[in-house]
Each structure stands twice: as structure tokens, then as C-alpha cells.
């Protein structure tokens, strides 16, 4: 009885640290589940704040860092298509290319950009302009701009710009325009920009920035081929070159240009047109016809082009150099090109410098999908 009793102990006993071990087993599966949930979650890109990277100590958040993965997605497949004929395939941003994986430099140029970003985050809020530059504040800021838009619309008031903001949109709106107020200040306050600088830079890149447009005078054959309601007929066409291109052999063989034209032109007279300066916006109407005028030399005479349903050859008879503009018509522009020379040099120097701390246990997770 005693020895039935002392089994049923060990049994028991028995029983208890088996019941044990599958218990401490069971925990450790459930916590590498755990582990494998959080692991996914940070992959995928769930946790919206997880810290990708600091930059002198302000974070990046995995929610901004992929606005920018995202943005160079693009750029990257280009990259890789043109130098190693990679094709779109769901392996692609995971495999080597001579040693160079996609979604690896994806996620480098990325991380680039946002460094680039901060430095200049970090000098707005140095500098006074923006107070909180963190990534949380500006979602906030997103949410209230477009409920007021949206209530706007609702109360049928005028509102500038789209109806709503996509996140990407509004955030390359308001860092560019606090980065004009930025260059500004910098402009002012840090910048030791002066007369004799913006004289130099004017002297070195006048005849090429600041020319004035040549003075261009032509006469002009033309031979339309549109119909009064603005239908091209083929046939109609067709034969509007073959009459251009005998009026060209014409010319090239020392037919007179003014004959030509008063025999050919729809109203038999010749044509005639001067660009410069004062004609600039309607020139636009006609690029072709502009950039011909502006290659020929006085006497010289164009191959035929076709622009705006009207066959063309035009004769160059005037053709005066205007200069260039004056240092007081251009000096403020001056100014921006040293500002701009001087911020961008600036921030090359910040990013150079920037300490950078990246979260690998994240970054290292984070793929495009």
C-alpha cells in the first residue's frame, strides 16, 4: 500500500515538470512570435514613429524617411535599368547587380536626402523660423490645413491651391517656401555678400546670363495647309510640300527671295517679322520660327520647317547684337545667385559634419514594396 502510494507521488511529480517544461516551452515560442510581430510590424512600416536615425540628435522617423525611399524609387530602377538592364520583377529590389543591391541604395540615397533635410530642419529652428521640426508636428499641421480647406470649400470661400494636401505635396511646400525665408535671413545676417562680389560674378557670367536678345528681322515664304476650321487634309499637305520644296530648289539655284514670295505667299506680299526684346512673349508662339531667325546670318536663308500647319522658309536681312543688360538691371539677381552659392556650400558643410546615428535593427528592415 505504502509502495502504491509513493508511485502515485512520483507520477505526480512527474506529471508536474513535464506540465512545467511545456509551459516554459510554450512562453518561448509565444515570445519569439511576439519578437517575429514586432520585427514584421517595423518592416512593413506600421510603426509610423519608429526612429530610423538622428541627426545631431533630432530624429528620423520611419514614416518621413519612407516619403523619401518612395520618392527616389524611381530614380533608382532608372540607375539600374540603363547600367546593368535590370527589368522590374518582384525580385529585383533584392538582387545583386556587379555587387550592387537596389533596395540598398534606395535606402541610402534616401537616407541622404533626409540628413540633407534635417541639417536645414535643424538651422530653421536655430535660426527662429520654425520652432518644432519634428515630424509629428507637421502631420498635425497637414490634418488642421486640410480640415480648414476642406471646411473652406464647405463654407463656399476662395482657397488657393488644391482642395486637399497629400502629405508628400504639402511638406515640399512648406520646408521650400521656410527655406526661402531661410536663405534670406541667412542672406542678411550671415553671409558677407558686397558689391565688389556681385560685380565680379556679373563681369564672369554677363555675356552669357544677361544678354539681351539679338535684334532679327526676316522675310518669310509660307505655305499653309489647314483648312479655315483648322483640319489638316493629308492630301492638301502633301501637296503644300511638294510646292515648298520646289520654291527651296528654286532658291537654292539664285531665284530672287522677294519674287518668290509675292508669287507664293496667300496674299502675295512679302512677309516680314523682327524679333527682339519687345516681341519676347509672342515669340513663343512660334519656337521653331524664333530659334531659325536667331541661327541665320544676314543674306542667309532656312531649310523648310513646319510649324502650326504653315510650311516655312524664312531669309535673315537684319541681324543687330543688343549687348548686354546693365549691372543696376540685374544686381539683385546677382545677389540671389551669391546667396544661393554661399547656403548651398553652407549646408554641404553641415551634412559633411552632421553626426549621424542610424537604427540598423530598422533600417535594415525596411523594404519597398
Avoid at 48 to 53: E, L, N, P, T, Y
Avoid at 182 to 205: S, T, V
Wanted: charge should be positive.
Amino acid at each position: 500500500m505504502k509502495r502504491s502510494k509513493n508511485l502515485s507521488i512520483v507520477k505526480k511529480h512527474y506529471l508536474f515538470n513535464k506540465g512545467k517544461r511545456l509551459f516554459l516551452i510554450l512562453l518561448v515560442i509565444v515570445a519569439a512570435l511576439l519578437s517575429l510581430f514586432i520585427t514584421c510590424r517595423m518592416a512593413s512600416g506600421k510603426n509610423d514613429f519608429s526612429i530610423v536615425a538622428k541627426v545631431n540628435g533630432e530624429n528620423i522617423y520611419l514614416r518621413e524617411y519612407k516619403q523619401r525611399l518612395y520618392g527616389v524609387r524611381a530614380n533608382v530602377y532608372d540607375y539600374f535599368n540603363k547600367k546593368y538592364n535590370a527589368n522590374d520583377s518582384k525580385s529585383f529590389w533584392n538582387k545583386s547587380y556587379g555587387g550592387e543591391v537596389p533596395i540598398e541604395a534606395a535606402r541610402k540615397k534616401a537616407l541622404d536626402e533626409c540628413i540633407q533635410i534635417k541639417v536645414q530642419q535643424i538651422l530653421l529652428k536655430d535660426k527662429g523660423i520654425q520652432e518644432d521640426i519634428s515630424y509629428k508636428t507637421f502631420l498635425k499641421g497637414l490634418d488642421e490645413e486640410n480640415k480648414a480647406r476642406k471646411e473652406a470649400v464647405k463654407n463656399q470661400r476662395v482657397i488657393f491651391g488644391p482642395l486637399q494636401f497629400g502629405e508628400k505635396e504639402y511638406f515640399e511646400y512648406q520646408f521650400s517656401q521656410m527655406i526661402i525665408g531661410l536663405k534670406e535671413k541667412m542672406g542678411e545676417d550671415d553671409f558677407k555678400i558686397d558689391d565688389n562680389d556681385e560685380k565680379a560674378l556679373y563681369d564672369q557670367i554677363k555675356n552669357e546670363d544677361f544678354k539681351n536678345p539679338d535684334s532679327v528681322k526676316v522675310e518669310r515664304i509660307i505655305i499653309p495647309y489647314a483648312q479655315m476650321n483648322g483640319v489638316v487634309d493629308e492630301s492638301k499637305k502633301q501637296d503644300a510640300k511638294l510646292r515648298i520644296d520646289k520654291i527651296k530648289q528654286m532658291l537654292d539655284s539664285g531665284e530672287n527671295f522677294e519674287k518668290l514670295a509675292k508669287l507664293n505667299n496667300p496674299d502675295n506680299s512679302l512677309e516680314t517679322k523682327i524679333f527682339d526684346s519687345s516681341t519676347a512673349k509672342t515669340d513663343e508662339l512660334t519656337p521653331k520660327l524664333l530659334e531659325c531667325a536667331g541661327k541665320l546670318a544676314v543674306g542667309e536663308i532656312s531649310n523648310v520647317f513646319d510649324e502650326n500647319n504653315i510650311y516655312s522658309i524664312i531669309k535673315c536681312v537684319e541681324h543687330k547684337n543688343m549687348g548686354v543688360k546693365s549691372f543696376g538691371e540685374v544686381k539683385e539677381a546677382i545677389r540671389q545667385m551669391l546667396i544661393e552659392k554661399a547656403y548651398n556650400e553652407y549646408i554641404n558643410k553641415l551634412v559633411k559634419n552632421a553626426k549621424v546615428e542610424v537604427n540598423q535593427e530598422i533600417y535594415s528592415h525596411i523594404f519597398i514594396d
